[in-house]
């Protein structure tokens, strides 16, 4: 009996990988010594993540299979590719009746380029054949709950790595809008990029990128009539966790402090005509603060980011125990009953507010559902 090791090359563009390709790969992995699943990259197309994304998210959806690693083929044919990792076949795998066309002129053209090679085409699951990566693309921003359908069809780390791209995508449209309003200014982008790494910093689990996005979106649709006066508070909502310790007592200060700083640093002059003759800065600095909730603001401009902060008390009860969540991560050094306790008192203290929320949007919008999730949340944390 040959000793030779068999092995064999799963090349597919997983962009992004989906059950239905893990479910090729666990099957071929039971046929073959060595699986390298390649991500493969043809230049003249346009991908949704780039290669080492793509790399990336099929490792950790792989990370099952002991005889099974990954890796990119670029700049050449995916069959050269395999015949260097001295692998004996390709293997694509099949979804339907349409692709056997384009896949068997495939394997003709691997097989006139490496004739020692073969091409062999794997059925995907009856229950699988209709999952493509296009279908889970599609998915994204379309509903509340796209995440869940998307988990339906795609692993944990293709749902998180959709969410990072989406909600990147949307913020930088509000870093845009905004940045137009106030003429552009020079070094935006460089400030952009810098909230955008403050937000995705590893102990963060609720005052994420995903936050700031949430707030501006209903911003968007709670935008006061008064000219110019929504760009004070958009400015202020994306600074103002831009700082975030929890071992930190001063968050919003320095915050503010930095959200002022770069105003100043952008030159940002008055957006329009305001009761307040103060910088730009200055109004923002303030606005910031109100995020303490320590004191409940007099301002319509105060109001109204303290609304934007407190909107997520109202989102729907799955969307409001993900807070919850978040926030526990943050403060993962503190003991569970500690924890308890402290985030009790302060649930209760907001259900205590008449009312919750200062503005008329926002109560009409989202006070109801508040208190329930707030009265739900202190009975669990209560008992």
């Known amino acids: 009996?040959?000793?030779?090791?068999?092995?064999?090359?799963?090349?597919?563009?997983?962009?992004?990988?989906?059950?239905?390709?893990?479910?090729?790969a666990t099957r071929m992995a039971k046929r073959y010594d060595k699986l390298t699943v390649v991500v493969a990259v043809d230049p003249r197309k346009h991908y949704f993540f780039n290669h080492e994304e793509r790399v990336s998210m099929a490792k950790a959806a792989l990370a099952h299979l002991p005889n099974v690693t990954v890796d990119a083929c670029v700049g050449q044919y995916v069959v050269k590719f395999a015949k260097s990792l001295g692998a004996d076949v390709v293997i694509r795998g099949l979804r339907n009746?349409?692709?056997?066309?384009?896949?068997?002129?495939?394997?003709?053209?691997?097989?006139?380029?490496?004739?020692?090679?073969?091409?062999?085409?794997?059925?995907?699951?009856?229950?699988?054949?209709?999952?493509s990566s296009s279908l889970v693309r599609g998915h994204v921003g379309t509903d509340p709950d796209w995440e869940t359908q998307v988990a339906r069809l795609a692993p944990a780390s293709v749902v998180v790595k959709l969410k990072e791209k989406y909600i990147l995508g949307k913020a930088r449209t509000h870093w845009s809008a905004l940045m137009s309003a106030l003429g552009n200014p020079k070094e935006s982008e460089k400030f952009f990029t810098d909230l955008v790494t403050r937000y995705s910093e590893v102990h963060r689990g609720y005052h994420t990128l995903s936050h700031v996005v949430t707030m501006l979106d209903d911003l968007e649709a709670a935008r006061p009539t008064e000219t110019g006066s929504w760009e004070y508070v958009a400015f202020a909502t994306w600074f103002h966790d831009a700082v975030y310790d929890p071992l930190l007592g001063n968050n919003e200060e320095r915050s503010a402090m930095l959200a002022?700083?770069?105003?100043?640093?952008?030159?940002?002059?008055?957006?329009?005509?305001?009761?307040?003759?103060?910088?730009?800065g200055d109004v923002v600095f303030d606005l910031i603060m109100d995020t303490k909730h320590v004191v409940r603001p007099e301002t319509e401009l105060g109001k109204l980011i303290v609304d934007l902060d407190l909107a997520n008390f109202g989102k729907s009860l799955k969307e409001f125990e993900a807070v919850g969540v978040g926030i526990r991560k943050e403060y993962c050094f503190v003991p569970e009953d500690k924890f308890r306790a402290g985030r009790a008192k302060i649930l209760s203290g907001f259900l205590k507010h008449r009312p919750l929320y200062l503005t008329k949007f926002f109560r009409n919008k989202y006070q109801k559902s508040a208190r329930k999730n707030l009265r739900h949340a202190v009975d669990l944390l209560s008992n």
């Open 1 to 24: 009996m040959s000793s030779k090791k068999r092995k064999a090359v799963y090349a597919a563009s997983l962009d992004p990988i989906t059950n239905g390709h893990i479910n090729v």
């Open 97 to 131: 009746a349409s692709d056997l066309d384009s896949e068997f002129t495939l394997a003709e053209e691997n097989r006139q380029i490496c004739p020692d090679i073969e091409t062999i085409l794997v059925p995907c699951l009856p229950s699988l054949m209709y999952v």
């Open 260 to 280: 002022k700083a770069a105003a100043e640093r952008l030159g940002l002059p008055k957006p329009g005509p305001m009761e307040d003759r103060r910088s730009f």
